[in-house]
């Protein structure tokens, strides 16, 4: 499969929005959106909202020029990855930044990151950013990506969909995303994306404001045993073909054993036979002691389920 580098001139920009249910956020992505450098079009992708959410994307549509709705006629809820997909199969833009109803975007987070694509000789599959979590409350908690790509894979962390950028051309390698993963869904992408042989860039920045409603913690408490069970399972997916490709190296191993053991903890659940308890262990003991562990399974923020 052959692959095109695109100059800075030919780059063009396609956000897409999933919504649902999202009638108080919407207009501020769109406008975090909209005035980014390089955007051709925002659009939105209505999942069958029961809120105002549509006729607010139909006001928008009508008052900015970029702004394009897709509405849905199924009657039914389907999910941000079918909303994801219904706006790549109608995107015109050869890049793809992917925004939340509920999450914004920093002025410049489009243009750092489209420099630092232009700047590279590679072929880019997608540019990694780091994000910042907002909670009620106004509590804030950094997402800093790992710089090697694997070992972020591994961790989740490598970005997330929105702090991303997403060379167009990939996606659409890779049959965008795969619907019946309603978690990790983003980091299954990114692995069908890698193992075509290419490695994203990095953006230093926190450019991506993921704001932690009520709403989204609520759901990561309902898909608790969906979360499990995709996050492990990809997670076992990515090590059998490190394996598989000679390259799951003993840093790999270590990592993995090390955050597999830590999302065991979090998740008060079994280890899986694959984790290398001698690292988790030694690893445990060079950060905390035994009272630092417990301390911090009581309060630190559970590893992400991307």
């Known amino acids: 499969m052959t692959f095109i580098n695109y100059l800075e001139s030919e780059i063009q920009v396609s956000v897409i929005i999933p919504i649902y249910n999202a009638e108080y956020f919407i207009e ?18 209505d ?48 890049w793809i930044q992917f925004l939340d109803a509920d999450d914004e975007l920093l002025l410049g987070k489009i243009l750092n990151q489209v420099s630092i694509i232009s700047n590279s000789k590679k072929i880019v599959p997608f540019v990694v950013g780091n ?9 804030k908690h950094l997402n800093r990506a790992f710089g090697d790509p694997w070992q972020g894979l591994i961790c989740s962390k490598l970005g997330n969909s929105c702090a991303n950028l997403f060379n167009f ?16 869904e983003e980091y299954d992408l990114m692995f069908r994306v ?20 009520q709403n989204s913690l609520s759901r990561d408490h309902k898909n608790f045993d969906l979360i499990v069970e995709n996050w492990i399972g990809l997670r076992l997916k990515i090590r059998n073909y490190l394996e598989l490709t000679d390259k799951f190296s003993v840093k790999y191993d270590f990592y993995y054993s090390v955050y597999m053991g830590m999302f065991h903890v979090d998740y008060r659940i079994n280890f899986h036979p694959s984790i290398n308890r001698i690292y988790f262990l030694s690893f445990k003991g060079l950060l905390w002691g035994k009272s630092k562990l417990k301390d911090y399974i009581s309060r630190h923020e559970k590893i992400s389920t991307y």
């Open 28 to 45: 501020r992505a769109v406008y975090s959106s909209i005035n980014q450098d390089f955007v051709k079009e925002v659009i939105l992708v």
């Open 47 to 94: 999942d069958n909202s029961t809120d105002n959410s549509l006729k607010i994307c139909f006001d928008l549509e009508k008052r900015l020029e970029k702004i394009v709705v897709l509405s849905s006629c199924e009657g039914k809820n389907k999910g941000a990855s079918d909303a994801r997909n219904r706006g790549l199969e109608k995107a015109s833009g050869n």
């Open 131 to 139: 994000s910042v979590d907002v909670f009620p409350g106004g509590r």
């Open 169 to 184: 051309q990939f996606l659409k390698a890779v049959n965008f995303f795969d619907v019946k993963m309603k978690t990790s």
């Open 194 to 213: 890698m193992k075509l042989g290419y490695l994203p860039l990095f953006d230093r920045n926190f450019s991506t404001l993921i704001h932690k409603t």
